[in-house]
C-alpha cells in the first residue's frame, strides 16, 4: 500500500544538472530515514546520499560537493540536486524509506521502482 514515486530522471550532458524527487503516498504512521541509490547493471546497489528526520546528511565520498539531499517533512519528499554530473553518475537511482506503517509497526525498508540518469560524455 505504501508506495515511493520517484521523478526526475533523465539524460544529461557531463557537467549538466538534473535534481530527482521521490513522494511517499499511501497509508503510514511515520518516515524516519530516507535516502537515494544507484546501481549499474553486473553491480552492487551502493548509497548515494541518506537523510534523516531531524535532516542530518551523509553522502558518499564520490559525490560529496556535487550533491546535495533534502527532505521536506510536510510533503512527505526527499529530493536530490545533482550538478556538475560526471559519465560515472550513469545509473538507475533508487530512493529508499525506513516507515513505520502503523503505531505498533516495526521500521520496514521500502524503495522506489528506480529512475534512469545517463550521463553522456
Known amino acids: 500500500q505504501v508506495q515511493l514515486v520517484e521523478s526526475g530522471g533523465g539524460l544529461v550532458q557531463a557537467g549538466g544538472s538534473l535534481r530527482l524527487s521521490c513522494a511517499a503516498s499511501?497509508?503510514?504512521?511515520?518516515?524516519?530515514?530516507m535516502g537515494w541509490y544507484r546501481q549499474v547493471p553486473g553491480k552492487e546497489r551502493e548509497l548515494v546520499a541518506t537523510?534523516?528526520?531531524?535532516?542530518?546528511?551523509k553522502s558518499a565520498d564520490s559525490v560529496k560537493g556535487r550533491f546535495t539531499i533534502s527532505r521536506d517533512n510536510a510533503k512527505n519528499t526527499v529530493l536530490l540536486q545533482m550538478n556538475s554530473l560526471k559519465p560515472e553518475d550513469t545509473a538507475v537511482y533508487y530512493c529508499?524509506?525506513?516507515?513505520?506503517?502503523?503505531?505498533?509497526?516495526?521500521?520496514?525498508?521500502?524503495w522506489g521502482q528506480g529512475t534512469q540518469v545517463t550521463v553522456s560524455s
Open positions: 529508499n524509506a525506513v516507515i513505520i506503517k502503523g503505531f505498533f509497526s516495526a521500521p520496514a525498508n521500502y
Open positions: 499511501g497509508a503510514f504512521y511515520s518516515i524516519n530515514d
Open positions: 537523510i534523516t528526520k531531524n535532516s542530518n546528511t
